[in-house]
């Protein structure tokens, strides 16, 4: 994680930089083409999204500042960026684009536009997933399904019959004889994407980028694999003047999937601000959806306002996408570090210079295993596409191989584990430690039994060797079952340092739960985050229930932690269940007073929070951050100065409340104590 926050590309043509000349101008029109081809074709992708969208935006920009440029088959004002396809499927009405907004601002300047088309405000709207993957016209003849083209150039594409004969939620057959044409989006699921990748990979083809590629090349492929498409309907022609919102519950009730059927759903709005709330829904829940989702769809339900609001050459003016903040980025791979997880897993890591990935800052990601970074051949100085989807970390999903130095050295895996010098078993795809659990075993109890965790007295690094080395244990579970009569044959063990160690180790299970989730080192926790999530969960049982996006409900804990953490739970479930099943207490006592050693800085001695006024600023920290901060260290903040007040913590340009401090007789303390205090007590 890093404070350094490299700004995102600027997709907003209204913030957008003209560029300068008709000749830098033309190459980025020919730049987006030749992008637009690559990625309407499933191939490797040119341009990340995010830089892509940037190049329109800048385009439209251009146009805006000097329409004498404006090239007539500019990629701004032609349907898939006017690239060259093949298809031969002429489509009864041509299929449209839309046109994308990025912000609350632009949402409200395409409504306030859409009802002066209107002359009325929009009667409803409805906000869906903008589904990140292929456009197609499904025709049904009576119920059957005759013929599935692609988008194409928009006003033709190309027969993909035969490939999308196995598409879930495409029928074959609907349950009523009806003629209509069904469009919509075949895409891949994240789990599905999984499943290509490895067969894939498994047939020595090189693994795709992402799951739209994955679609992409399934559904244009000439040899017809065996991958797993999925398809939302979005829209039909051949149906009544339905309300959008009827036309898509009919779609349903004949068989059909769709978007409103998504885990994403279909929301009704009255007002822009109800609009504006279900997007948000979307965005946040973009992670756990199980399919990538590029932004948000904004359109007229009621048939009426959407055949007055009618449509430009390119786009309809009845809806509007919003999009999200790309889910794959590129940036530089500055190192690959080697990991050897609880149970002996060894994983290469990959350190990366920050890029916004959805919205969050990414600074390592995972390269899965050593197999499949030599068939991706990533290399250390490369630019590589860095992936978030689903609860997952993010993925590095390849390099961009053209950009690549000609000296870059290849990878070498490591010969034996960076841990314990142990060997490596490379039987399967992900290597071991032949240790096992035993090579992280000493660094994971030291961990679990220290002082700040489990804090058992007497059992110092020689006892843990020696228990280890006798393999009484391997993971911190054990420790719960060790008696005397085991531990007096081992080195330098009385009869009373034995007593006196399992009676410390027993004594450690009723230590609260903040205690045991310290003990077990979850990854992007510390001391203060293990605290904060017992006393958000009160038990093991409701922490293991939460998902990433439960977890982002506790101070602190963004999407990049959230998904760590529950990535981290799960890989550590079996251990809590031992421990719990060792008679370990899993709850964190509500309102109990903390014995001493237990006490946060700015806790009272009853374990109750201190009210603590910050005025004035304090080096290297927000007004906000200096708050959270106080929460942090057990108090509580407070804007005013009182006889109640216990802290006030004055930094520079403090005012009056400074002096009613001294006033009340209230206890003082400088911002570069408190800055220290802070820095001490962080992990
Ligand atoms: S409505 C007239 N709804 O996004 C065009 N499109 O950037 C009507 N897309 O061409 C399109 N999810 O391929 C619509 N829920 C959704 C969509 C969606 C994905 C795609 C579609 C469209 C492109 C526009």
Redesign the pocket.
């Known amino acids: 994680m890093t404070d350094r926050k490299p700004v995102e590309p600027v997709v907003d043509a209204q913030l957008a930089e003209p560029f300068p000349t008709p000749a830098a101008y033309a190459a980025a029109i020919e730049q987006a083409r030749a992008a637009a081809q690559a990625y309407f074709a499933g191939g490797e992708l040119m341009l990340d999204d995010g830089d892509y969208d940037a190049l329109m935006a800048r385009l439209s920009a251009t146009e805006r500042a000097e329409p004498d440029w404006k090239a007539d088959d500019s990629p701004t004002s032609v349907?898939a960026a006017g690239m060259a396809v093949a298809g031969d499927v002429v489509h009864s009405e041509p299929?449209?684009?839309?046109?994308?907004i990025f912000s609350e601002d632009g949402l409200r300047t395409w409504s306030t536009r859409l009802e002066r088309i209107l002359g009325h405000p929009v009667e409803r709207y409805t906000v869906?997933?903008?589904?990140?993957?292929?456009?197609i016209a499904a025709t049904y003849a009576d119920g059957e399904l005759v013929r599935v083209a692609t988008?194409g150039d928009g006003r033709a594409g190309e027969d993909v019959t035969a490939q999308t004969r196995l598409v879930a939620g495409l029928p074959k057959k609907l349950s009523e004889p009806v003629s209509i044409e069904v469009?919509?989006?075949v895409f891949m699921t994240d789990a599905d994407f999984e499943v290509a990748t490895e067969r894939r990979v498994a047939h020595g083809e090189p693994p795709f980028a992402n799951p739209r590629s994955a679609a992409a090349g399934s559904l244009r492929a000439q040899r017809v694999y065996d991958v797993p498409l999925s398809f939302?309907a979005?829209?039909a022609h051949g149906l009544p003047d339905w309300a959008h919102s009827d036309g898509l519950d009919y779609l349903h009730k004949l068989g059909v999937s769709t978007?409103a059927q998504s885990s994403a759903g279909l929301a009704l709005c009255d007002t822009v601000d109800a609009v504006y709330a279900a997007v948000g829904r979307i965005g946040t829940g973009r992670a756990s959806l199980g399919f990538g989702?590029?932004?948000?769809?904004i359109?007229a339900d009621s048939a009426a306002d959407r055949s007055a609001a009618g449509?430009s050459s390119k786009?309809?003016r009845w809806?509007i996408?919003y999009k999200f903040p790309a889910d794959t980025r590129t940036t530089k791979l500055l190192g690959i570090e080697v990991q050897v997880g609880r149970t002996g897993v060894i994983t290469p890591v990959a350190v990366l210079e920050p890029v916004q990935v959805g919205g969050v800052t990414v600074t390592s990601a995972t390269l899965h295993n050593f197999a499949d970074l030599v068939v991706r051949d990533v290399r250390v100085g490369d630019t590589v596409f860095v992936r978030r989807a689903g609860d997952v970390i993010p993925e590095i999903t390849g390099a961009k191989l053209d950009e690549r130095a000609a000296d870059a050295p290849e990878f070498t895996p490591p010969e034996t584990c960076p841990r314990c010098g142990g060997e490596i078993d490379r039987a399967q795809k992900r290597w071991r430690c032949t240790n096992g659990r035993a090579c992280g075993a000493m660094e994971s109890l030291t961990y679990f039994t220290s002082r700040p965790a489990m804090d058992i007295e007497g059992l110092g690094g020689k006892i843990l060797q020696s228990l280890i080395a006798a393999e009484l244990v391997t993971d911190p579970a054990d420790l719960y079952a060790l008696d005397v009569a085991t531990l007096i044959p081992l080195d330098r063990m009385g009869q009373v340092s034995a007593t006196n160690l399992v009676t410390a180790i027993q004594n450690s299970k009723a230590q609260p739960m903040h205690r045991v989730l310290t003990g077990l080192g979850v990854r992007m926790t510390g001391r203060s985050m293990s605290r904060r999530l017992a006393r958000h969960f009160g038990t093991m049982d409701d922490l293991l229930a939460a998902d990433a996006a439960i977890l982002q409900h506790v101070e602190g804990v963004g999407p990049e932690r959230a998904a760590m953490i529950a990535a981290e739970l799960v890989e550590l479930a079996p251990l809590i269940r031992k421990l719990a099943a060792a008679g370990v207490n899993m709850t964190e006592p509500r309102t109990a007073v903390t014995p001493s050693a237990d006490r946060l800085p700015l806790q009272k001695d009853d374990g109750s929070p201190m009210t603590v006024v910050v005025t004035g600023s304090v080096p290297g920290l927000s007004r906000t951050e200096g708050n959270e901060a106080v929460e942090r260290l057990g108090g509580k903040s407070s804007g005013s100065v009182s006889k109640k007040t216990d802290l006030v913590v004055v930094g520079e340009g403090a005012g009056s409340k400074a002096d009613k401090a001294v006033e009340l007789g209230v206890r003082v303390m400088t911002a570069e104590e408190f800055a220290e205090l802070v820095a001490a007590a962080e992990d």
Request: charged fraction near 25%.
């Open positions: 349907v299929m449209l684009s839309l046109d994308n869906e997933p903008k589904i990140d993957g292929l456009a988008r469009r919509g989006e939302f979005y829209a978007v989702v590029d932004g948000a769809v359109k449509a786009a309809p809806g996408a």
